[in-house]
């Protein structure tokens, strides 16, 4: 069992392609059209709703499109020779019956590939499940259940991974391990898709970031770009009278005093800052870019994309 | 097709509820026609019936196969239905996503057990029948056949269950619809009721009409199973 090891990062693993779900008439998943390549941990953001999930479910062949087409390896689940070899999948919510032991739940995965028993205790060992194999799943706490549901992702060895919500219900050295596995996955060249709410996380994990919003893909682009685009620069100086002079000589961008001692200033940069500040005579003790997180930048497009999409009905 | 069938072989293997079913059927088959014999032999004791009178073991055997297959239809159903309610059915399907494999594995792997088991249940309860009638059974059908009429009985009657429950998905609503096709169906009368599951069925086992029974019994099984397959196919899971 080997991974790729060379990665061409112009590599297509998995495709969406005018990706369209509706029920009864509303869209759930809005043509999506968007390329998910190896090698890296892509994100697969969006509020509850926002058809993350339904996006999957067709991908993995669960349910059917109503347009447009999700590809893995070029080809629809459905058509896909030894899927759990090709694509391991975590689902969220449950997947699994309770009154089967976790080595049974892998057993009956692992015959359906002409796996063995052998690639049942790897994947078991790999998620530290050994020591309760024989135990009923319907006794596991959720974190339990978690690793269970990724065991059975990894169960073929597949290239691309496909994991949703993995991280519910994780205490801290579960989530830390997930983080961890994820790394390994894509840095051993696999695709990796994990859609989350917990955007820390997905900041801390992903390399790209998918974002979708009401079905609608809002943004496809590297992580950094996502949290850089919200930073905002902060500055900080003793001198109050001073620090209200810059803030009126600063129009154009937007200014909140978030203390007495400190503006943050957003549509400008630390350098036309700096210089006017030394211009006015300000005396700064601080000139730096507030830490943008991704949750800013993730609320800023989801805001932006609500505004648009509620002056669009207005009209 | 084999590692779908090992797969879904070693899943029944490895949950206890369906074996709770099946041996609740090779338990109630018997009893009932135990007890059924048994009233008819003190009625003749009794004096209610005439002492001479006789009757074919198999009338006791058919009422109390058609009352066991209650149980055959939990067994059936369970492989399917406990899927839907669990969420297991979206693993089934990740690993095998050709839909039709996976309703035929399991169609396979459940009717087999339960045409094996309702035959040799058919035939012990048969046997105990005929010995508990004695002198006032009337006339005597081969073990063979008992065993035959009952097995495909079973059988015929599972590979219906395995349509219906992919088709209605929640346990009640298959049971109480497969009860209601192979066994509340005996209310309706000539000239509809041979041409049903439940009349032609009690038929195929008395082996009046065997021939148009069978088919009867042939025809409502590949169509529940075909309704079956295609819901699956098209529903999203």
């Not at chain 1, 693993?13 to 509706?22: A, F, G, N, P, R």
């Not at chain 1, 210089?275 to 949750?295: C, K, Q, T």
């Not at chain 2, 029948?129 to 097995?151: N, Y």
Request: hydrophobic residues 45%; proline residues 4%.
């Amino acid at each position: 069992m080997f991974g790729p090891l060379l990665v061409d990062e112009c590599e297509v693993m998995i495709e969406l392609h005018h990706l369209t779900k509706t029920y009864a008439g509303r869209p759930a998943v809005d043509d999506l059209t968007v390329d998910i390549h190896p090698g890296r941990v892509t994100g697969f953001l969006g509020p509850n709703g926002a058809g993350k999930s339904t996006t999957l479910r067709m991908l993995l062949g669960l349910c059917h499109p109503t347009s447009g087409d999700a590809l893995i390896n070029g080809c629809r689940y459905r058509e896909l020779v030894q899927p759990l070899c090709q694509v391991g999948a975590h689902l969220d919510g449950s997947v699994m019956h309770p009154g089967r032991s976790a080595r049974a739940h892998l057993l009956g995965l692992a015959r359906t590939h002409r796996l063995g028993r052998g690639r049942v205790d790897e994947v078991l060992e790999r998620v530290g499940l050994t020591d309760v194999a024989g135990r009923r799943v319907g006794s596991f706490s959720l974190g339990m259940t978690q690793r269970l549901g990724i065991a059975a992702a990894l169960i073929g060895d597949p290239d691309i991974v496909v994991l949703d919500e993995p991280v519910n219900g994780l205490d801290t050295d579960g989530v830390r391990w997930i983080r961890q596995l994820l790394r390994g996955l894509a840095d051993e060249g696999r695709t990796v898709l994990v859609s989350s709410h917990l955007l820390a996380e997905m900041q801390n994990t992903a390399d790209q970031v998918v974002v979708l919003g009401r079905g609608r893909l809002l943004a496809d682009c590297p992580t950094s770009e996502l949290v850089t685009e919200s930073s905002a620069v902060l500055v900080r100086s003793p001198d109050r009278e001073g620090l209200a002079r810059l803030q009126a000589a600063l129009d154009g961008a937007t200014i909140t005093r978030p203390e007495p001692d400190a503006i943050l200033v957003d549509g400008s940069d630390a350098g036309t800052i700096g210089d006017l500040a030394a211009l006015l005579g300000v005396r700064l003790h601080l000139l730096a870019p507030a830490a943008g997180s991704l949750e800013d930048g993730y609320v800023h497009l989801v805001e932006g994309h609500l505004d648009y999409t509620a002056k669009e009905a207005m009209r | 097709m084999i590692p779908v069938l090992h797969a879904e072989w070693g899943k029944l293997c490895s949950l206890r509820s369906p074996w709770i079913c099946l041996v609740a059927a090779a338990l109630l088959v018997p009893v009932t026609a135990y007890t059924l014999a048994n009233d008819f032999v003190y009625d003749i004791d009794q004096g209610r019936l005439a002492d001479g009178t006789t009757r074919p073991s198999l009338d006791f055997l058919g009422s109390s196969m058609q009352f066991g297959l209650a149980m055959f239809i939990a067994f059936t159903m369970l492989t399917i239905t406990s899927e839907y309610a669990t969420g297991s059915i979206r693993s089934t399907l990740l690993a095998e996503p050709r839909r039709v494999r996976v309703l035929m594995a399991k169609s396979v792997v459940v009717s087999a057990i339960a045409a094996v088991t309702g035959a040799v249940v058919g035939l012990a309860s048969y046997e105990l029948v005929a010995f508990i009638l004695g002198d006032h059974a009337a006339g005597e059908t081969s073990a063979i056949a008992v065993l035959a009429r009952s097995g495909v009985l079973v059988g015929l009657a599972s590979i219906l269950v395995c349509g219906v429950a992919a088709l209605v998905r929640s346990s009640v609503g298959t049971l109480a619809t497969s009860f209601g096709i192979l066994v509340g169906m005996l209310a309706i009368p000539e000239p509809l009721g041979p041409w049903l599951p439940a009349q032609a069925g009690a038929d195929w086992l008395s082996g009046v009409g065997a021939g148009r029974a069978l088919g009867v019994l042939v025809a409502w099984a590949a169509v529940a199973w075909i309704a079956g397959w295609y819901a699956l196919e098209r529903r999203d899971a």
